[in-house]
């Protein structure tokens, strides 16, 4: 069970973690109305620091732009400082970060423009996500018997709480089979992405991914392992790919903030290359496990101290 930590900022002030409750006729607790981030921060030697935090706001502004959650009374800077402070009031080193923008309490009925937007951010210890062994030993996945969202049915650029009942039933399906995850495939076919992950095949030293018309999330994870691969003078390739490109690989991984770089050893109970973390895989976990500890230089300026002031204040 989650493990609560001193305070939530709620509309600008802190307050209790018992204190942050919502009523049963909020907007968002019938119709979905939600856009959330998932952010992680990290002990590095120089304190605890959110990784890519920058990124992490910029996406929660777009969703809820595409979903008209505007204006907000907030700006992405301040944003930024405020998730900062919630690490720094929780004297918490490592973490992960919810903030979760909804509609709230006023109306009822789908139109949702006259309801309030109320915006939270949380935070918590949050372990492996897809089980301890799982970074090295790799999971189990199966392809999803559910499509993930059409292009033309759910905005899948949005990161809205709406998309994740299509998560549920991939990975309830999943977890009743004996499965870690689901890979669920778009629209036309194509491999789209997990439940809470972004996928990347290998074959040949090339790294494949799906493209983000393939329904799949702008992970902010899939963009840190592009630019590793990138400069570790690996290709990358983000294109169409169909099903089989699976069990022909040589590694199959997961990207996510929650779910980092996980390898995956089997899809559909068939075994991906040697049934284990392959060589790419590790070196990449490597690369980026080397950042988010701080015993390499972060070159890319991707961890945001949280004893130190944002620089955008837009
Ligand atoms: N696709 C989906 C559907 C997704 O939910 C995530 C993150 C990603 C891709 C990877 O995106 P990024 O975190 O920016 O690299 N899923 C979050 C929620 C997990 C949860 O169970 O809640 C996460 O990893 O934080």
Not at 222 to 232: K, P, S
Request: hydrophobic share 40%; glycine share 8%; with cysteine.
């Amino acid at each position: 069970m989650l493990k609560p930590t001193e305070k939530i900022w709620h509309n600008g002030r802190f307050i209790a973690w018992d204190e942050a409750r919502i009523h049963v006729l909020s907007h968002v607790v019938h119709y979905g109305s939600s856009v959330f981030e998932g952010i992680r921060c990290y002990a590095t030697p120089s304190g605890p620091a959110v990784f890519r935090l920058t990124e992490h706001v910029r996406r929660m502004l777009d969703s809820a732009k595409i979903y008209r959650m505007e204006p907000l009374a907030f700006t992405a800077g301040q944003l930024a400082d405020s998730i900062k402070e919630l690490v720094r009031v929780n004297h918490l080193e490592a973490c992960y970060i919810r903030p979760i923008l909804f509609r709230g309490y006023s109306d009822m009925g789908v139109y949702p423009l006259n309801n309030p937007l109320e915006i939270y951010l949380a935070c918590w210890e949050w372990g492996q996500y897809l089980g301890e062994e799982a970074l090295a030993q790799g999971v189990d996945v199966c392809i999803s018997s559910w499509r993930r969202i059409a292009p033309d049915t759910l905005p899948a650029l949005a990161k809205a709480g709406a998309n994740y009942m299509n998560s549920q039933l991939m990975k309830m399906e999943a977890v009743t089979n004996g499965y870690s995850e689901a890979i669920a495939l778009d629209a036309a076919g194509y491999i789209s992405e997990g439940s809470g992950e972004n996928i990347f095949v290998v074959r040949d030293g090339t790294i494949h991914t799906p493209p983000l018309g393939a329904s799949a999330l702008p992970g902010i994870t899939r963009d840190t392992v592009i630019r590793l691969a990138m400069d570790a003078g690996i290709p990358v390739v983000e294109t169409a790919l169909p099903r089989e490109m699976l069990y022909i690989a040589d590694e199959v991984f997961f990207s996510g903030t929650a779910a980092e770089l996980t390898p995956i050893r089997s899809v559909d109970r068939i075994v991906i290359g040697q049934g284990r973390r392959g060589p790419i895989t590790e070196k990449l976990q490597k690369e980026f496990f080397a950042i988010i500890n701080g015993t390499k230089p972060d070159k890319h300026g991707w961890l945001h101290p949280v004893h130190v002031k944002e620089a955008v204040t837009a």
